[in-house]
């Protein structure tokens, strides 16, 4: 009914629209055209250039160029607004065919952690106008020794699960919203593409443009199998000026990262080239003593909260990424072939609690990565663009575990009492650390592949059309057998997403919507082998599953301001989550077991908004949001405790080892969150920001009919109460002129949660509260950058998914140096 209504209003205000515009055409036109720069010269793009009290506007092209058509002769006022720079408005008396204007405006200088709330999503493309998006810029945050990740954990609504230190497996959570039903992207592309050698633990912020994280209903270049959200991570692409730049870090627990990145660009070709690496390394060494800490004594008997310093611990990844194209050619905006290559060692400390510690269980992984990116505004024609993303995938995975023998918290061999005399715990034949000898090697070949193409029908109304196709091709080889072809599981996954969107912004540009539909088509593929007698001999039978899901969704989103810098921002969508390949069929590194009867996920979710600001008065700036949220999941998909997988003779209170993903029912989120940022004098930065909701139990009745026990309760292993709150303020010439000297304070809180279904304080996850402070000093060269960090510096209790501690106090410090403006 709503998506009815939607529709109607949005076509009633279509046509009123048209009909204004064709009652107000002027014969007498001219055409504006020009390039915009900023005040040191560099071009400024994806700028909106508008003829003030009009619907005239365009968006200046990455060269900084734009055009202006049917502009009436007579004084008209061009104003050239963005994101990135001050507003700025210029006359101009209009009185012939042809005018040509070259504004210079000033660049807007974003703090440390300032969040702004914009309308709009990825600059360069016109179709996202009228959605809402919390932009995090990394600019200065790149310069301390922060991870992508924390950058993240510190946003609204925003949960980073992280079960461990740098390095352990990372799950985001939007208000509840988890899993496969969050998109997390790279320059558009599903991350996942580039295995767990490349992700957001170890790209760093000095490699990174800016984060986008969506709320509701996402714009048409991220069309996909999500509902509720996504996150997308926009590498640097700025090829204005050449530069280079190198950062180096160290900090507690062994831990050292350093990355590197430059790019080149020759002005008279257009020809570009890209480059960046990374190498990170650390011991993960901190020490637990927390709640769920403990050692087994010989006589069986516990100790809890055991201080102990993890071990078996160890992660190092090193990783590379070249592109070579051109930039701002006549047949294209942009080009480039890419290719990735990353490397990861890690070991795997515990299984999905810290109930047993491993020793000898560890992963290897690989990804080779070959890329291709191409977009074209006025593409064959005026007002069609094209932009296409390509990526081919191969990843490897190799998990061993063959030792037997059983640790304990202290790092030595479990002990018992036999014959009065303390001797260590057998091991067991044929067992590894989480249950049977192992050595297991998945090797993927993965194709992900979205188009996008749009028109602009008049200025103001747009539709696109985007096609997403992604296929999985997934080897399991059991590598303690022979290897042998037939004993091979293989299993295949294809995508397949349809999607059309309508985008129209009426009424002087105050009110935006977005319409949207998409058909999914997924099949899933799974042959594995089976024993079978045959004439009293046992042969190799090869066994396939396929299923197969044809869904529909569509969802709407509007955007009106209604006063002076406030909007309220609207959205509804209805849509399905099909089960990934790593939800269906396991994933070994993660302690995650296969299941392959997984259905799709359907959600009904509702989003409303309001976002005012920022308003300066002064030296003062203020900017208020605030977000209120209803999500309705059917058979939703969600991460279960497998508490039955516990090896024989290594019995312990909660030994949970290992998880599986479930379809869990019938599930009801309802919740709001807020943000608020003060800015004085550019000077000093504060801001406060909190989440706040439930998500209940609604499967009233078991597959039996009997009231279900779980009725209206809290989902566990899940935090629904967060605040973030940080400070800012910065120094000129401290030390030394042209000197610049910021210092920072971060806090975070995370409300009690249960972290199993069972209601008991033991199995509840304590409140969280921590602080950190550090500073950072740039030279007055400009070049070099020093920083120091001092993380959770009372040394808090911190803890994540099913308990697992995280790292207490630790200090780091960390250089940076660019060199710019060669060649």
């Known amino acids: 009914m709503l998506l009815k209504h939607s529709l109607l209003l949005t076509a009633i205000a279509t046509l009123f629209h048209f009909n204004i515009l064709a009652q107000t055409t002027n014969p007498k036109t001219a055409t504006i055209k020009g390039k915009v720069r900023e005040e040191k010269g560099s071009v400024v793009s994806f700028a909106t250039v508008r003829v003030n009290g009009t619907n005239i506007a365009t968006f200046s092209e990455t060269d900084g160029t734009f055009l202006l058509k049917d502009v009436p002769y007579g004084n008209q006022e061009i104003l050239i607004t963005s994101v990135e720079i001050k507003s700025k408005t210029l006359k101009l008396h209009v009185h012939r065919p042809q005018h040509e204007l070259n504004p210079v405006v000033a660049k807007t200088a974003l703090d440390l952690n ?4 914009v309308q709009k999503t990825e600059k360069k493309q016109i179709e996202t106008q009228g959605f809402a998006v919390a932009v995090i810029e990394t600019k200065e945050a790149s310069l301390r020794n922060l991870t992508t990740n924390e950058l993240l954990d510190r946003a609204v609504g925003v949960r980073v699960r992280q079960n461990g230190g740098i390095g352990s497996r990372v799950e985001y959570n939007l208000n509840g919203m988890s899993g496969s039903a969050v998109g997390i992207f790279l320059d558009g592309i599903e ?22 994280v969506y709320k509701g209903v996402l714009p048409s270049h991220l069309t996909g199998d999500y509902v509720g959200g996504a996150i ?3 590498l640097k692409k700025d090829a204005s000026q050449n530069n280079i730049t190198a950062a180096v870090a160290y900090g507690s627990f062994n831990t050292f990262q350093s990355d590197l990145s430059g790019i080149y660009r020759n002005k008279k070709s257009g020809f570009t080239s890209r480059a960046s690496a990374f190498y ?9 003593w927390g709640k769920f800490s403990k050692f087994v004594h010989p006589d069986r008997t516990l100790e809890r909260y055991y201080k102990a310093k993890r071990f078996n611990n160890t992660y190092k990844s090193v990783g590379a990424r070249f592109e070579a194209g051109f930039t701002n050619v006549k047949w294209a905006d942009q080009f480039f ?92 034949p044929g067992m590894g650390q989480q249950g049977p000898k192992s050595i297991v090697q998945v090797n993927r070949q993965i194709t992900n592949m979205r188009t996008n193409m749009g028109y602009t029908i008049v200025p103001g109304h747009r539709v696109s059309l985007n096609h997403k196709l992604e296929k999985t091709d997934r080897d399991d080889n059991d590598l303690l057998n022979p290897v042998n072809k037939d004993l091979v599981t293989v299993s295949n996954v294809m995508n397949n997403i349809f999607a059309m969107n309508y985008e129209a912004q009426l009424l002087n540009d105050k009110l935006r919507t977005n319409l949207l539909a998409k058909y999914t088509f997924n099949r899933t593929i799974q042959t594995r082998p089976e024993l079978i007698e045959q004439d009293g001999a046992n042969i190799v039978n090869r066994v396939q599953n396929k299923t197969v899901n044809n869904n529909k969704g569509y969802g709407a989103t509007v955007s009106y301001n209604v006063v002076s810098k406030m909007y309220v921002i609207g959205s509804t969508e209805n849509s399905y989550v099909a089960a990934t390949e790593n939800q269906l069929y396991g994933d070994p590194e993660n302690n995650i077991l296969e299941n392959t009867g997984l259905i799709p996920e359907k959600n009904v979710n509702y989003n409303l908004g309001v976002r005012h600001g920022p308003v300066q008065v002064g030296k003062h700036k203020l900017t208020l949001y605030a977000s209120a949220f209803w999500r309705n999941g059917f058979d939703k998909i969600t991460q279960q405790a497998v508490e039955d997988q516990i090896v024989q003779g290594r019995e312990s209170d909660a030994d949970i080892q290992v998880t599986k993903y479930v379809n869990l029912g019938r599930t009801q989120s309802r919740g709001f969150e807020g943000e608020i940022i003060y800015v004085y004098d550019n000077r000093l930065n504060a801001l406060f920001n909190f989440s706040k909701f439930n998500t209940l139990f609604k499967q009233k009745f078991d597959q039996k009919g009997n009231p279900h026990d779980l009725y209206n309760l809290q989902l566990p292993n899940e935090p629904f109460f967060i605040m973030n709150g940080s400070v800012q303020y910065r120094l000129n010439d401290k030390f030394q002129k042209k000197s610049i000297l910021n210092i920072y304070y971060n806090t975070g809180f995370v409300g009690a949660f249960g972290t199993v279904w069972m209601d008991s304080e033991w199995f509840t996850t304590p409140t969280q509260f921590y602080h950190d402070i550090g500073a950072s000093y740039r030279f007055p060269s400009g070049k070099m950058v020093a920083s120091f960090d001092l993380k959770n510096i009372l040394n808090a209790e911190m803890y994540d998914n099913f308990g697992v501690q995280k790292p207490g106090r630790a200090i780091s410090i960390k250089l940076n140096y660019t060199i710019s403006k060669f060649l």
């Open 337 to 428: 072939l890419g290719y990735n290559i990353s490397d990861t060692y890690s070991e795997i400390p515990h299984g999905t609690t810290m109930a047993r510690p491993y020793v000898g269980r560890f992963g290897e992984y690989q990804a080779h990565v070959v890329s291709l990116n191409y977009n074209k505004n006025n593409f064959l024609a005026k007002g069609l663009a094209i932009n296409i993303n390509a990526v081919r995938s191969y990843r490897s995975t190799y998990v061993q575990d063959t030792v037997g023998q059983v640790y304990n918290w202290d790092g030595k061999p479990r002990m018992l009492i036999r014959n009065g005399v303390e001797i260590p715990v057998p091991p067991t």
């Open 114 to 117: 300032e969040v702004q709330i």
């Open 280 to 288: 990170t390394y650390t011991d993960n060494s901190y020490t637990t």
């Open 191 to 212: 991350i996942a593409t580039y295995g767990s050698s490349f992700n957001l633990n170890n790209i760093p912020p000095a490699m990174i443009e800016r984060i986008e």
């Open 232 to 234: 997308n991570v926009v």
